[in-house]
Structure formats: C-alpha cells, structure tokens
C-alpha cells in the first residue's frame, strides 16, 4: 500500500474507499457466470436439440443480462444481477414463431409480459401444448456456483490483495 495504516478509522476508511469499485468488478463477473449458465443451460441445449425450428434466434434474452452500479444502503452495500426485460423486445417474425410472444401476437400473457414470464419459463420450464420444454436451472447453477465455490469471497480477497492488502 502507499500509505501506512496505523489506525482501525484508517483501515475501515481505506476499504470504504475502496468497496464500490470491488463490489461492481464482482458484479460484473457474477453477470458473467450467469451468462455462461444461460448460454450453457438454455442456448447450447436448445441448440444441440436442433428444436428451435421456425423460430430465429435473437440473443437478447442472453445480452439482457445486466449489472447495477454499487448503490450504498443503510448497513453495506449492494449490487443486482438481473435480466434487463427492456432488452428482449417482442417481435413478429414472418413465416416464423413469434420471437418473445404470445402465439396470438401479444406480447402479453395473463397480465404479465412474455418477455418477464420468459425468464421464468426458461429457468423453471413450461408446459405448452404447442412448445413445452424443461426448465433448464440457470439461476440455481449460478447461486450453486457461487455457494460451492465461495467465488464471491474468493473474489473479495484477490480484489483487496490487488489494491494492497494483506489477506491471508
């Protein structure tokens, strides 16, 4: 470290410092391991079915995934991993299944958006009479990633040895 520090005000000042930025490198990596779970789990599944046909593969429901900036609240800090449904748009495909709607064309489905329920249905599975398929666990494979491995405190550790600390 540049600077010496002689006193617990000086220590927890310097991870204060130092927390947000940490916090979003984290986030940004725990974004990236859901990623590789949706690729792995939905997309390469899906794929290796050869059962997507009739219907042209945007991508959005991957690229939606989306880190927040550090936010500080009353006891620490926080950051969301969450799939942007801004980004996964609704839209009719001529001579194709609708991408991220309704059969009918709506991009509504009981009240809800097809592209909010289509995370849902991705992770938990649905049971369509015209296109059913299992769920396929991305969430969970993330959060048991991150448990097995402690991956987040391993990350918290290499990110404060990487500013100066001494983790041991």
């Known amino acids: 470290m540049s600077k010496d520090i002689t006193t617990f005000k000086g220590l927890f000042a310097r991870i ?3 927390i947000p930025s940490i916090l979003q490198r984290i ?10 779970y949706v ?3 939905w997309y390469n599944y899906m794929d290796s079915k050869k059962s997507i046909g009739g219907y042209e593969r945007t991508m959005q429901v991957l690229e939606s995934i989306t880190c927040s900036k550090v936010e500080k609240i009353k006891n ?4 969301n991993i969450f799939f942007d ?5 609704p839209q009719k495909q001529s001579g194709l299944f609708n991408a991220h709607m309704s059969v009918d064309g709506s991009d509504m ?5 097809v592209p909010e329920l289509l995370i849902y249905w991705l992770n938990h599975g649905q049971n369509s009479p015209i296109y059913s398929f299992p769920g396929v666990g991305f969430w969970e494979d993330t959060i048991e990633f991150m448990e097995d491995d402690k991956y987040h405190i391993n990350m918290m550790k290499e990110e404060l040895k990487s500013k100066g600390f001494v983790i041991e």
Do not use: M, P, T
Not at 109 to 113: A, C, E, I, P, T
């Open 16 to 18: 204060e410092k130092e």
């Open 27 to 36: 986030g940004k990596d725990v974004a990236g391991v859901l990623r590789f």
């Open 39 to 41: 690729q792995q789990n």
């Open 76 to 79: 620490g800090y926080k950051v």
């Open 85 to 89: 449904i801004d980004k996964i748009i």
């Open 109 to 113: 489905w009981r009240g809800h958006s």
